[in-house]
T-cell receptor, first 115, second 108 residues
Framework: GAGVSQSPSNKVTEKGKDVELRCDPISGHTALYWYRQSLGQGLEFLIY????????KSGLPSDRFSAERTGGSVSTLTIQRTQQEDSAVYLC?????????????FGSGTRLTVV | QKEVEQNSGPLSVPEGAIASLNCTYSDRGSQSFFWYRQYSGKSPELIMFIYSNGDKEDGRFTAQLNKASQYVSLLIRDSQPSDSATYLCAVDDYKLSFGAGTTVTVRA
């Protein structure tokens, strides 16, 4: 597609439930990134995929968080046993290669609310 | 120490004035620097990137980079109410590391 597509745009879930967030990057972009933005805060790096290389998971805050990228395209971020502190906007971005010389293109995000 | 620090703001400027945003970074090896604009409730959008020391101008925006001082800034000339947003500084260390952002309000 023309841009980075994320779904759902909003998700309300009960504490303890699992959630899946989806990201469909720009066609041809080999690098895909997940960030989290809590209210009034900057962007917190979560995970990075580049081509067929092993993902950089260094930003995942706990083992409740995991992500995969199938076929070098669509990515899913899964949060298990959600907690209230997981409430945030989850942003996905993609770029042409692992050196973001032209910056990333961000999706519109998924706003997650854990009640 | 955080990797990327921005002046915390908020910054309020009158319409037509210059808004000056500052950012420092900790990794002396960083090569690429970006400014993103984020309107309330929206995702960040890239407005400027700079790699070389000195100034880079694009319309009303000027990015300034001083690698020796590990400092990058953004000037917005002739500020307009539509410039009211949060501005995020980002530094490339194979992934982008973002500052917390500076919120700018342009008063009509």
């Amino acid at each position: 597609g023309a841009g980075v597509s994320q779904s759902p745009s909003n998700k309300v879930t009960e504490k303890g439930k699992d959630v899946e967030l989806r990201c469909d990057p720009i066609s041809g972009h080999t690098a895909l990134y997940w960030y989290r933005q809590s209210l009034g805060q900057g962007l917190e790096f979560l995970i990075y995929f580049q081509g067929n290389s092993a993902p950089d998971k260094s930003g995942l805050p706990s083992d409740r968080f995991s992500a995969e990228r199938t076929g070098g395209s669509v990515s899913t971020l899964t949060i298990q046993r959600t907690q209230q502190e997981d409430s945030a906007v989850y942003l996905c971005a993609s770029s042409w290669e692992d050196a973001p010389n032209y910056g990333y293109t961000f999706g519109s995000g998924t706003r997650l609310t854990v009640v | 120490q955080k990797e990327v620090e921005q002046n915390s703001g908020p910054l309020s400027v009158p319409e037509g004035a210059i808004a000056s945003l500052n950012c420092t970074y900790s990794d002396r090896g960083s090569q690429s620097f970006f400014w993103y604009r984020q309107y309330s409730g929206k995702s960040p959008e890239l407005i400027m990137f700079i790699y070389s020391n000195g100034d880079k101008e694009d319309g009303r925006f000027t990015a300034q980079l001083n690698k020796a001082s590990q400092y990058v800034s953004l000037l917005i000339r002739d500020s307009q109410p539509s410039d009211s947003a949060t501005y995020l500084c980002a530094v490339d260390d194979y992934k982008l590391s973002f500052g917390a952002g500076t919120t700018v309000t342009v008063r009509a």
